[in-house]
């Protein structure tokens, strides 16, 4: 019989285990996520795995990231699959805390990163970058881990977390994963779940829309303009559009002023597939003259 993954439900084991490996020499690494994993998640543990010796996977749904009317109660919960995955995979430890014991009664603190928070996801989730940088702020203070991973398919979430780790001077490098994707382009999500067979065909068509805005940009085609066309096309296909918008990679400022030849640009976009949220994003480097 193959051994499965230890699982840590307290700090207090979680820490045990850690100052265990500490002990020995290893560097260990953290992947932060709310299961129900698929290759997104996984491509994350392959990443922890090259550069750490010990790497923990937690798993917990983090309430103060969900709005009331968001999907908490119905996110998808499968913990037996999820340590199968993380078996094969390679992970050392999977760590679900408690919701009482991240949050106990008597909380009363919050994270905030201003301004990264404000624009993009944090216009329709003003509550998510708060819920999302206060829980991984503890999580990386319960493991003190050398190193966490993130995907850059949450690419605003990641440069939250960065920022909030240099602010707060806490000592864990922050490395971050690739988008993974369907055969079909589209980004992996637990959320894709939710699809109907129907919405899950038309789905692709959020990052096909942003790699034409990626052509267009290439183009040297009028910024704005490519936004409007973007949005309308996905609009006529049924999408609820959130955002689509262009900012720059390094800061997410908005595109307002002079593009540089060589600047690194991020398009991000997202949208509602009837009540389900679908994000994405994508690289363009402005081209030279
Ligand atoms: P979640 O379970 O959705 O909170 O995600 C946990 C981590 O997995 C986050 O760092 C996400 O950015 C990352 N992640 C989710 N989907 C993907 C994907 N398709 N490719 C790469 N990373 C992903």
């Known amino acids: 019989m193959v ?6 439900k307290t700090v207090l084991d979680l820490r045990s285990q850690v100052s265990a490996w500490r002990n020995q020499g290893h560097k260990i690494a953290l992947v932060p996520t709310m299961g129900a994993l698929h290759e997104g998640h996984l491509s994350l543990v392959d990443v922890a795995l090259s550069s750490a010796d010990r790497v923990i996977v937690s798993i917990f749904i983090n309430p103060t990231q969900f709005a009331p009317h968001e999907d908490f109660d119905n996110y ?11 078996q094969q995979r390679g992970a050392h430890l999977i760590y679900t805390p408690a919701a009482g014991d991240m949050y106990a009664e008597n909380d009363a603190t919050r994270v905030t990163v201003d301004s990264l928070s404000d624009s993009l996801c944090g216009i329709s989730r ?27 398919k949450d690419y605003q979430q990641l440069m939250v977390i960065r920022a909030m780790v240099g602010d707060l001077f806490i000592p864990t490098q ?20 939710y699809l109907s067979s129907s919405q899950r065909s038309a789905a692709p068509l959020l990052v096909q829309t942003l790699q034409r805005i ?14 409007a066309a973007a949005k309308g ?7 609820e559009v959130d955002y689509i918008e262009v900012r720059r990679a390094s800061t997410l400022q908005p595109v307002i002023d002079k593009v540089n030849a060589g600047e690194v640009l991020r398009i991000f976009g997202a949208v509602l597939l009837g009540t389900t949220r679908l994000i994405d994003n994508l690289e363009v480097i402005y081209p030279n003259s």
Request: charged share 20%; with cysteine.
């Open 174 to 193: 922050i490395l971050a994963g690739e988008i993974v994707r369907e055969k079909d382009g589209l980004a992996m999500s637990s959320r894709n779940a």
């Open 3 to 8: 051994e499965s993954v230890p699982t840590v």
């Open 126 to 152: 003003p509550h998510f970058f708060t819920g999302v940088a206060t829980i991984v702020c503890k999580l990386l203070l319960q493991a003190l881990p050398d190193l966490a991973v993130f995907g850059e």
């Open 76 to 86: 998808p919960r499968n913990y037996q699959a999820d340590a199968a995955l993380l």
């Open 214 to 227: 990626a052509e267009e940009i290439i183009q040297k085609e009028d910024i704005p303009a490519v936004l």
């Open 233 to 239: 096309r996905l609009a006529k296909q049924g999408f």
